[in-house]
């Protein structure tokens, strides 16, 4: 499997508002517009500085902690589906309307998801 980048890191915050205006005056982070229908959704808050991307998720009961997203391209997305399935990865997919996304942990409790923003019907 090639990847192609790290898409975006999961962050687990206990204010938002306090959140983006700190990577704002320190990372200079902006709220990702393209993305703000996931916020008005329930979702992440999606910022970022060019092409870097944080998704914030108001803290409720996650233990501190994050999820790296790593980005393909839509064919292997689907050989990756293919092979978490031979190894007995247990795994979720979920259509977020304008990418698609598998989800899924290593032996050490440590999260990841691979992307692709090459949507299709799963």
């Not at 709220?31 to 060019?50: A, C, E, H, M, Y």
């Not at 440590?110 to 692709?116: M, P, S």
Request: glycine share 4%.
């Amino acid at each position: 499997m090639k990847l192609i980048a790290i898409d975006h890191v999961h962050v687990y915050v206990d204010d938002l508002n306090e959140a983006v205006k700190w990577y704002k005056d320190i990372l200079f982070f902006e709220v990702t517009s393209k993305f703000k229908v996931w916020f008005d959704q329930g979702g992440p808050l999606v910022i970022n500085n060019n092409d870097v991307h944080l998704s914030l998720f108001k803290r409720t009961t996650q233990n501190i902690g994050n999820t790296i997203a790593f980005s393909v391209d839509k064919p292997t997305l689907i050989g990756f589906i293919e092979h978490l399935s031979s190894c007995n990865i247990p795994n979720s997919i979920v259509d977020h309307e304008v990418s698609i996304s598998i989800y899924f942990t290593d032996p050490y409790e440590n999260k990841y998801e691979i992307t692709t923003y090459e949507h299709f019907k799963i």
